[in-house]
C-alpha cells in the first residue's frame, strides 16, 4: 500500500533519500525513480504547452521553403484563417490541432506537402489552388449557416489538405441552453415546451440530489458541445444544419464554494 495516513511512501522515500545525499550516504533507487518520473513528466507538460508555435508543431523542422510558402498562404489568408503545420496520423488528431483555431477558419497541413510545394512550382500552383478553392466553400457554408439561423453553433470550422488532393472538413460545435431555448421559441412553441418540461425534471432530479441551492440557475448553464467531420463542404453543412442535440449530453461548470462541479 503506498498511502499510509494520507502520506505517501514514494514522497517520504524521496525526502528521505535528499536527506541522505545532503548529509551523506546512498540515494535509496525508488527515490531516483520516482525523481525522474516527475522531471520526465513535467517535461512532457512543457513540450505539450510549446506544442503548434506559431501554428508548427513541436519537432518539426521546415526547410526554408516550406517556411516561405507558409509565409504566402498566411499572407493571403491570414487575415481570418489559422494554419496549422503537423504529422498526424488519426481524424481525431487532426481535429486537435484544427480546434486550436482561433480566427474564423484553421486550415491543417502536414509539413511534406508544404516541403513538396517548395521543390516544385507545378506542385505548389496545384495545391495553392486546393487551399482557395477551401477557402471559399467554407464562405459558402457560413454564408448558408446564417441562411438557417444555425452560425451561432459553430465555433470552430476548417479543413486538412490530404496529400491526393483532397480535403477533409471539420466543424466543432457548441450551443447553450439559453441559446437552444430562444431558438425552439422562436421556431416552434411546442418543442420549446417540451424542453421546458425536460428542464423541470432535470431540476428536480438535481433538488432529490440536495444540490438545490448549488445548482441554482441549472438551465442557463449547460452546455453542449460536438465535433462533425466530413468529407465535402456540402455534406458538412448537411451535418451541422440537421445535427441532432438531443444525443449529445450537456456539460456543465459552476462554482460551488470552492470546488468545480462538472456535472452533466
Known sequence: MNNVSGFNFYQNT???????????GNRPPEADKVNRENENGAEYIKNKRNDNVNGIQNGVELSDGAKKILEELKEKYGKNTDFFVANYSSDEEAEEYLSRG????????EPE?????ARDAETKEKYMGIIEDGTKQLDGIKEQLKESGKDGEVKNIGFSVNKDGTLSFFAKLEQSSKEQAERIA?????????????EKRREKRLRERDVENDYKGFGRDQIKKASIKADSAEELLDKIVNFDWNSVQSEQMMMVGSKVDFTA
Do not use: D, Q
Open 14 to 24: 524521496g525526502m528521505v533519500g535528499e536527506n541522505i545525499r545532503k548529509f551523506g
Open 113 to 117: 506537402l508544404l516541403e513538396e510545394m
Open 186 to 198: 422562436e421556431r416552434r412553441e411546442k418543442r420549446a415546451e417540451e424542453a421546458e418540461k425536460e
Open 102 to 109: 482561433t480566427k474564423e477558419y484553421s486550415v491543417l497541413i
